[in-house]
């Protein structure tokens, strides 16, 4: 049997997560659920939260792990999750919007500000003006 190297490659590349949505279903076919090795099912107790608790009030989440552990797998299977209940999601890789090597807390912020409002116009959502300054305060 060959084993096409590229093709393996790209399927376990680190820098380019599994894209979870419907129309991916090669992807979805590649996706491991690790959640008996990983402290369990951290995707849906994210979505439970969003979902159902806090579905009123703004929360905050935190989601770590080294490269290439699955984060951004997650976070798309969270969105392709959401999006079907009809949530809208604003998901943007950091790295395609920061310069990584000199960041401070102000840039985070404002690259969120950033594609907020760039998503926003998108799907025809306008927002009140000084929102984000506002919010920053």
């Known amino acids: ?20 949505a419907l129309h991916a279903a090669a992807h979805r076919r590649s996706y491991i659920d690790f959640a008996s090795v990983g ?3 951290m995707i849906e107790a994210l979505q439970r939260t ?3 608790i ?6 905050c989440q935190l989601f770590t792990g080294h490269i290439g552990c699955g984060k951004s797998a997650e976070l798309l299977r969270l969105k392709a999750e ?12 950091s790295t395609h919007v920061l310069e990584m090597v000199y ?4 840039d985070i912020f404002l690259a969120i500000a950033g594609q907020v409002t760039e998503n926003s116009e ?3 959502i306008r927002l009140h003006p000084g929102y984000f300054s506002n919010l920053f305060t």
């Open 122 to 124: 998108v799907i025809k």
């Open 50 to 52: 969003i979902t159902s």
């Open 39 to 41: 402290g369990g099912k």
């Open 1 to 20: 049997m060959f084993l096409d190297l590229e093709r393996f490659y790209q399927a376990c590349n680190p820098s380019r997560p599994l894209m979870m």
């Open 103 to 106: 960041i401070d807390v102000t």
């Open 54 to 59: 806090s579905l009123e009030t703004p929360t």
């Open 82 to 93: 959401l999006e079907q209940k009809q949530f809208h999601v604003v998901y943007f890789e």
